[in-house]
C-alpha cells in the first residue's frame, strides 16, 4: 500500500534555481495538499484543491504555483527559490474536504534547503 | 481567524508516568478537532476525531477529550513508543482546509 508518494525526498537548491516537488496518492482521494513545516511554525497550508481541476490559496502561497496533473497527481513548483522556503514539505490526501473530516493522508516529506 | 495553541511545547516522562498534553482553540464554528501523531522524519499520521464538546475517543494508551474551547490528549501509563510530537487541528464550518498547532513534542524515558 503505497499511500502518498513525494519526490524528492530531499533536494539543495541555489537561490534563484526552480524545481518542482512531485505528489501522487493511490487512495482515490478526491482533494489533496501541501503544507510546509518549519520548527515552531507548525504546518502551513500553501495549496490545495479541492477536487480534480482545481486549486486554492492556502496561508502562505507567495512564491509557488501548483498542478493538479490528474486525480492522483499534484504537484508544487518554485520557480525561483529563497532561502526562505528552505522546510520539509508534505504533501497529503482525503476522500473529502479536510475540514469535514479530519483524516488526511500524508507523505513522508520533502526536505529542501535553498542556499 | 481561526487559531490552535498547544502546551507544553516538549514533555518529558518517565514510563508508566500519565500526563495531558493541551490544544486550545478558537474558531468561528467548530467542524471537528483533530489529532495527529507525528514520528521523526515522517509525515503526519491521524489518531482521532472528535466533534463536540463532551466527547472522548480512546486509542490504547491514548484517550481525546473536548471542550467549547480545548482538548486534552491523557497518555496513560505511557511507553517509550510513545514518543513523537502529537500535532492538534481544527477545522470550521464551511472551510475545506485544516488548521494546525505548533505540537507537542513528547518523549517518554524507558
Known amino acids: 500500500n503505497a499511500g502518498v508518494t513525494q519526490t524528492p525526498k530531499f533536494q539543495v537548491l541555489k537561490t534563484g534555481q526552480s524545481m518542482t516537488l512531485q505528489c501522487a496518492q493511490d487512495m482515490n482521494h478526491n482533494s489533496m495538499y501541501w503544507y510546509r513545516q518549519d520548527p515552531g511554525m507548525g504546518l502551513r497550508l500553501i495549496y490545495y484543491s479541492a477536487s480534480e481541476g482545481t486549486t486554492d490559496k492556502g496561508e502562505v502561497p507567495n512564491g509557488y504555483n501548483v498542478s493538479r496533473l490528474n486525480k492522483r497527481e499534484f504537484s508544487l513548483r518554485l520557480e525561483s527559490a529563497a532561502p526562505s522556503q528552505t522546510s520539509v514539505y508534505f504533501c497529503?490526501?482525503?476522500?473529502?474536504?479536510?475540514?469535514?473530516?479530519?483524516?488526511?493522508?500524508f507523505g513522508e516529506g520533502s526536505r529542501l534547503t535553498v542556499l | 481567524e481561526d487559531q490552535v495553541t498547544q502546551s507544553p511545547e516538549a514533555l518529558r516522562l518517565q514510563e508508566g508516568e500519565s500526563s495531558s498534553l493541551n490544544c486550545s482553540y478558537t474558531v468561528s464554528g467548530l467542524r471537528g478537532l483533530f489529532w495527529y501523531r507525528q514520528d521523526p522524519g515522517k509525515g503526519p499520521e491521524f489518531l482521532f476525531t472528535l466533534y463536540s464538546a463532551g466527547e472522548e475517543k480512546e486509542k490504547e494508551r491514548l484517550k481525546a477529550t473536548l471542550t467549547k474551547k480545548e482538548s486534552f490528549l491523557h497518555i496513560t501509563a505511557p511507553k517509550p513508543e510513545d514518543s513523537a510530537t502529537y500535532l492538534c487541528a481544527v477545522g470550521s464550518q464551511g472551510a475545506q482546509k485544516l488548521v494546525f498547532g505548533q505540537g507537542t513534542r513528547l518523549t517518554i524515558n524507558p
Open positions: 497529503a490526501s482525503s476522500f473529502l474536504g479536510g475540514a469535514q473530516t479530519g483524516e488526511l493522508f
